[in-house]
Structure formats: C-alpha cells, structure tokens
C-alpha cells in the first residue's frame, strides 16, 4: 500500500490565484482529515469527512473548500489565495476500528506571495 | 472541548541522556492520547498512544509515556536519547469515539548533541 498520497510537495502561487491540493489513500478508510501546521503552532484541523458525500468544518475552514466524491480522494481547493495561507498542508485518514490512528500523508508546502 | 499544552517549546540534551516531554491536556470527556513524531520535512508517524487499560505505553524505539488521569497529563520519557531521536514531538488528544479529529499541541523539538 502507498498509504496516504499528496500532491503537489511544494507550490508558490500569487495572491488570488486558486489551486487544489490533491489527498487519496488507498487503505479504504472512512474517515479523512486536513490539517495545516505554522511553526510553533502544531496542526489545525482545516475540514474533514467521515466517507464519501459528507464533509464537515474543523477549527480553520475559512478560504478552503472541500469534497468528497469516492473513498479514496479528498482534494482541498484554495479559491483566492491569501499570504495567509502560507502553511504546509498535511492530509491524514484513520478507520473506525480499534487502533484510532490516524495515518498522514507527507504534506504540501505552499507559499503564497 | 479539548486542548493541550506542551510545556516545552524546545529540549536539548547530550545523546545518551534521559529526557521528558511534557503534556497536559483539558478535556470534559474521556480522551484517547497520542505522542506523533515529525522528523525533518516529513509528515508525522505515530510514536505510541493511550486508549485503555494499563497507562504505561510504549514504543518500539524506546519511548513511553504514562497516563495520568489526576494530573491530566502524557508526558512522554526516553531513558537514553540517540542522535536520530531529534524531531518534532506532538502531544494528541481525541475524544474516545472513532473518527473524532486530533487536537495537537503547538510542538516539542528534541535536539540531541553529542
């Protein structure tokens, strides 16, 4: 299994330009999350889903969109890209079972400017 | 809802030393408790984690971390640190129900010098 994919690893855009950080898994797990993490700030909770067609806000929505169209994919889309958003970008997944881990992709770094 | 504080931004010990990482967390309902280790421009792996049961966990590289339910504490402890231990360590709490999402604290760097 590759586990949890992102792409791309890195991206500068200008200031309202609009992109899609791509997030698949292939462990067939209901549950998806995206984070962001700033230095000294550990991870924020962006949005997440619990399966395919449901999706919820966590503590950071503001500036991002979210879907969920098939287990495996979560993409996250900046629509006006703000300085703000400068972050790198971290997707996860965890499946309801006994282990409530939560597997993490290797991130996107983004720079807005 | 809740939150966790780890109390040291950064901890720099000689290799072969101990070390502790500390974590407090808040919370109204019973949590699960996680330690996450990020090393240099990687995502997080995770290190070890409380769900029940005994309240000393470990991990397979040496670490552990005892739950303390008074003390609403995790704090994570090596007895002897290598130069590859040096990472960003993350302190994790969830509400105990599948699915629920993390709530980080903002981070321990290890620093290990020989």
């Known amino acids: 299994n590759a586990g949890v994919t992102q792409t791309p690893k890195f991206r500068i855009l200008k200031i309202g330009q609009s992109m899609t950080l791509q997030c698949t898994q292939d462990m067939n797990h209901n549950y998806m999350y995206w984070y962001r993490q700033d230095p000294g700030m550990g991870l924020k909770l962006i949005y997440y889903?619990?399966?395919?067609?449901?999706?919820d806000k966590g503590e950071v929505p503001n500036g991002y969109n979210v879907s969920r169209s098939t287990t495996e994919d979560f993409p996250l889309r900046l629509e006006l890209a703000a300085p703000s958003q400068t972050s790198v970008y971290f997707c996860?997944?965890?499946?309801?079972?006994?282990?409530?881990?939560?597997?993490f992709g290797p991130g996107t770094r983004l720079t807005v400017t | 809802a809740q939150s966790v504080t780890q109390l040291d931004s950064q901890v720099p010990v000689f290799e072969e030393a101990p070390v502790e990482l500390r974590c407090n967390y808040s919370?109204?309902?019973?949590?699960?408790l996680f330690w996450y280790v990020q090393y240099p421009n990687q995502g997080l792996q995770l290190l070890l984690k409380?769900?029940?049961?005994?309240?000393l966990v470990e991990s397979i590289n040496g670490f552990e971390a005892e739950f303390n339910k008074s003390q609403t504490s995790f704090h994570l402890r090596k007895p002897s640190v290598h130069i590859s231990d040096t990472a960003e360590y993350f302190c994790?709490?969830?509400?105990?129900?599948?699915?629920?999402?993390?709530?980080f604290g903002k981070g321990t760097t290890l620093s290990v010098s020989s």
């Open positions: 409380y769900l029940s049961g005994s309240t």
């Open positions: 994790a709490v969830s509400e105990n129900q599948a699915g629920t999402a993390l709530i």
């Open positions: 919370s109204s309902v019973s949590v699960y």
């Open positions: 889903s619990v399966g395919a067609g449901i999706t």
């Open positions: 996860a997944s965890s499946y309801p079972g006994l282990s409530y881990e939560q597997y």
